[in-house]
Every structure is written in structure tokens, then in C-alpha cells.
């Protein structure tokens, strides 16, 4: 990707997208807008979620429809960095998934070999994937339990505890992984969505772009801002998702890393810049400092 240097305050732009960009299917106001004047001044765009539910294809198709124009080579999800992470530990291994159809087809076109129930005689399983799976019942607790006893491996897409809607938050991966590592007494081996380095190093590879060009624009602290930070990026919190201003806060005052900026929407990214932007620029408060 060729850009003229500096055309944009910054040279590439990672945005999530459940909170970030959309809530469920209502367009962030402004996001549209905000997008397609980066695009215009020369800058990469490159959307990265963790929500393994739909494939890259199906999320392009999203946001086109909604009004930002993107192919699948735009959307990078923890699918897609998952099935990578497999494809170069062990080529062809067998996996049990605990996932919706769209993971599956990943992890299949990836060259996995699916097992439908570890329970099985003869059903030898090398991985135990947890995911984003709303129909996770007490059945695929016990498989990968079963699983998990004969050597199975455990790893898992994303550790997001809740996913941001309309209207509210939904159970994520996060309450997965903890009943598989309450039943089997097995703690998840790798989580490769974010804050991962595997998944920022995919956003960087698309970008060809290093880190300290880019900026990350999110909702969720533990996710986004931490794996923008830990990779060098400047980093933009939204507040139309799931962390607010008080979680910045308290964030600062245990002192974990906080955003270069906190903004109230997508929409007032195109006016960011690397050298920080007044107002939006965000401290943390001075220690003692009055109410």
C-alpha cells in the first residue's frame, strides 16, 4: 500500500467495530464521514474485531451496506487469526471447535481436520478452540472436557467478557473459557484476538505500516487500547461502547496504561493528531488532585 507520507495525520488507521463503529446494525453517527475523509486524504483503513460469528466477507458486506465501503481484505477477525496460528503450529490438526458455523469454515479452509465429538472412540483431538458461541451448551462443556483429558491443547479466539450491542452488552468468549478451565482444571493456553501480538502484528503485515504510524480506535480498554499501546501505536478510546471515562480513570490510578486520547465518537477521529489535540488529548488526573 502507497501512501504519501504524512497525508494523514496518520499514515494507517485500525478501527473495532462492534462499539467503535456500529452497534449492532445502527452506523456510529458521523463513522461513515469520519472514514471516507481519511480514505480520501491517502490514509490505510483496516477494520479488526474479535467477534469469530461472521467471516470477513460477511462483515465487508456489513459495513458496505451501512455505508463504508470495504472488501475481506479490509476486516481482519480473530478467525482469521486463529486459523493462521494453527495453520503454522500444526498444519492439519484436529480440532474440536466450540464456535458458530462461519469459525468452523475458517478453521476447515485452513486445512483443520473438524471433530464433531471428541467422545467418540477413535476421535483423537490435538485442539480445543474456545469462541463466541451462542449456542454453548452443558454438551460442548463435557466434549471439550473429554477432550482436553485425553492432551488436547486449549486455546481460544478472543477473552472478551461481554460484546457491545444496541441497547447493551451480550456474554462473550470470556465465560467459555472460564467454565472450560473450571470443569477441566486446564487454563487457556493462548487467546490470539486482541490484545495479542499475533492479531496486531496481522493488522500491521496488512497495513505495511509500522506502529508507530498507525492509530488504534476503540471501545474496550483490556482489548484495543492494550494491544495499541503494547504495540507502539497511539491509541483512541470511543465512548460508545463498552468503557467509559471513570474506567480510564480508574485504569490510571492502578497504573495501567491509558489512551492517548478519549473521544466521544469514531466521528471526531479525522481531527487527531500524532503530537496530541487539546481538548481530546486525555491525562490522567494529578495524584491528590481535588474532586
Not at 473495532?16 to 483503513?45: C, F, Q
Not at 462473550?172 to 473459557?177: E, K, N, S, V, W
Amino acid at each position: 500500500m502507497l501512501l504519501a507520507p504524512w497525508a494523514a495525520p496518520f499514515q494507517g488507521y485500525i478501527f473495532d467495530l462492534d462499539g467503535t463503529v456500529y452497534l449492532g446494525e445502527r452506523l456510529i453517527p458521523g463513522a461513515a464521514d469520519a472514514i471516507a475523509e481519511l480514505r480520501a486524504r491517502g490514509a490505510g483503513v483496516l477494520f479488526l474485531t474479535n467477534k469469530p460469528l461472521y467471516s470477513r466477507a460477511d462483515y465487508a458486506r456489513k459495513l458496505t451496506g451501512l455505508g463504508i465501503p470495504a472488501g475481506p481484505d479490509d476486516v481482519i477477525n480473530s478467525s482469521a487469526v486463529m486459523a493462521d496460528f494453527l495453520r503454522r503450529e500444526a498444519p492439519g490438526a484436529r480440532v474440536y471447535c466450540i464456535g458458530e458455523p462461519p469459525l468452523l469454515q475458517e478453521l476447515a479452509d485452513a486445512g483443520m481436520q473438524l471433530v464433531a465429538d471428541p467422545r467418540l472412540a477413535g476421535a483423537e483431538v490435538d485442539f480445543v478452540v474456545a469462541a463466541f458461541d451462542r449456542t454453548f451448551d452443558y454438551d460442548k462443556l463435557d466434549c471439550a472436557l473429554q477432550a482436553i483429558k485425553k492432551g488436547a491443547r486449549f486455546v481460544a479466539t478472543n477473552a472478551d467478557r461481554t460484546c457491545p450491542v444496541d441497547g447493551g452488552e451480550i456474554p462473550d468468549c470470556a465465560g467459555i473459557i472460564a467454565a472450560i478451565e473450571a470443569v477441566s482444571g486446564q487454563a487457556v493456553e493462548v487467546v490470539v484476538g486482541k490484545p495479542h501480538p499475533l492479531t496486531v502484528q496481522a493488522a500491521l503485515n496488512k497495513l505495511g505500516l509500522p506502529a508507530e504510524r498507525c492509530l488504534m480506535v476503540g471501545d474496550r480498554l483490556e482489548t484495543d487500547i492494550a494491544m495499541g499501546n503494547k504495540a507502539g501505536m497511539k491509541t483512541a478510546l470511543v465512548l460508545t461502547g463498552v468503557s467509559t471515562r471513570a474506567d480510564v480513570e480508574k485504569a490510571a490510578a492502578a497504573g495501567i496504561a491509558w489512551p492517548d486520547f478519549v473521544i466521544g465518537s469514531v466521528a471526531e477521529v479525522p481531527g487527531l493528531s500524532p503530537a496530541g489535540d487539546g481538548a481530546r488529548a486525555w491525562r490522567p488526573p494529578a495524584v491528590g488532585a481535588a474532586d
